[in-house]
Structures are given as C-alpha cells and as structure tokens.
C-alpha cells in the first residue's frame, strides 16, 4: 500500500500465457530497438486502473511515448470477430497517434491489411520478426 501498488493478489490466467510472454518479448524489442524508457511505457493493467470503475473498455496490451508520439502497441494471437476488432483499432485510433500489430496468425495479418485502408496510422509486425530481434 506504500508503495502505490496494487493490493488484489494477480490471477494467472492459463490460457493467456503465451500470449503474456509475447507480451514481455515485443516490449524488449521496442525497449531495444526504439531505446524506450521504462517510465515512457504503460501496461494494460495500469490502463485499467486510470479506467476506474464502471464498464471495461479494450486497452492495448501497452502504450509508450517516444518523441510525444503516443503508440498503442497490440498482440494479436487469435482471430476475432471482424467488427470486434475493428471496433479495437477504431479505439485506438481515436486514441493514440500510431498502433502496433504483431501477430503470428496469417488470417489476423490479412484482416488488419485490409484495416489499413481505413485507418491511416496502423503497423503490422509479424511476431516471427520481434522473436528473433529478441532472441539475437
């Protein structure tokens, strides 16, 4: 309580740990390659917090700032409903002034190709490429 954090205990979720590690894997790669601050990155969960209460929104997996430039950055394992994820990039894109795709899964590559068309400050990253950045 000190210290600011949270007290609830973390639930590990079975389901979501591939895509936690990731997670942890494309934030060393934009920490590495964009030479980010840790105090320029915020995480989901804070994200939630600064929600408060109330209805849950979508968050980004994490955002940082690089030159007062505000990036969603997103990891996309599984294919979604296409309006589910439109209304996710729609969000950011009201949001945040770029987002970040990285994903694994050919079908969510093409959906959000298709996306680019319509929303202007999309990047697709295979994760293929920020795994091997990492693990070099």
């Known amino acids: 309580m000190l210290l600011g954090v949270n007290k609830r205990e973390d639930k590990i979720r079975v389901d979501r740990i591939t895509h936690d590690i990731y997670v942890l894997d494309t934030l060393i790669y934009f920490i590495e390659k964009y ?3 840790f105090t320029d990155i915020e995480s989901e969960k ?3 917090i600064k929600d408060g209460f109330g209805i849950r929104k979508h ?10 430039i505000k990036h969603a950055i997103e990891i996309e394992l599984n294919q ?3 309006q589910r994820l439109e209304s996710n ?3 950011n ?4 002034d770029y987002q970040t795709w ?20 999309i990047e697709i990253i295979r994760l293929e490429e920020v795994i091997k950045y990492v693990r070099e």
Request: no cysteine; net charge positive; hydrophobic share 40%.
């Open 35 to 37: 030479n980010i601050a």
């Open 46 to 48: 804070d994200l939630h």
């Open 59 to 68: 968050q980004p997996d994490f955002v940082f700032t690089a030159n007062s």
């Open 80 to 82: 979604k409903a296409t």
């Open 89 to 91: 990039i729609r969000d």
């Open 93 to 96: 894109y009201l949001r945040f």
């Open 102 to 121: 990285i994903t694994n899964n050919n079908k969510v590559f093409a959906m959000l190709q298709n996306f680019k068309n319509e929303y202007s400050n």
